[in-house]
């Protein structure tokens, strides 16, 4: 939980003073608020008119998180992804890698049966701020 987070849950909240430290954040800082699950408690504090500052970043998030359910949902649904589910692990991962590299946490998770709503939040994170370099292959 970043600075902003910590203040908010605190109990003397001066919704003025939260609004500026929520200006002074990152793009990168405000959507860790988001991936981790808090800003919604940070929305609350702040002053009425001050609230589409984090709003609209937050629906611009969501929406891009239902998107990636949508393609997760079709995946899943295909009849190939169905066979290699059922069968051994290894195939499925080497399956999941061949063809579904960009979502194989949001798989195997899926694999697992502990896929959350949390995973798909950090999972728009990862795909907006990655620290890896993607090459061509």
Known sequence: ????????????????????????????????????????????????????ILENRKHKWEDTMAFYQKQLNDIVKNDEF?????????????????????YQSLLFAYYDGNLKEDDFRKFVYRRRFSTRKKYLH
Request: overall charge negative; proline content about 3%; glycine content about 6%.
């Open 82 to 102: 169905k066979k290699r589910f059922i069968g051994e692990r290894k195939a499925f991962a080497l399956f999941v890698m061949e063809h579904y590299p960009e």
């Open 1 to 52: 939980m970043n600075q902003v987070g910590r203040y908010a849950t605190g109990e003397n909240v001066d919704d003025v003073e939260l609004m500026k430290m929520v200006m002074e954040l990152t793009e990168k800082d405000k959507m860790v608020m988001w991936s981790e699950g808090y800003i919604d408690q940070v929305i609350d504090k702040l002053p009425v008119f001050a609230r589409d």
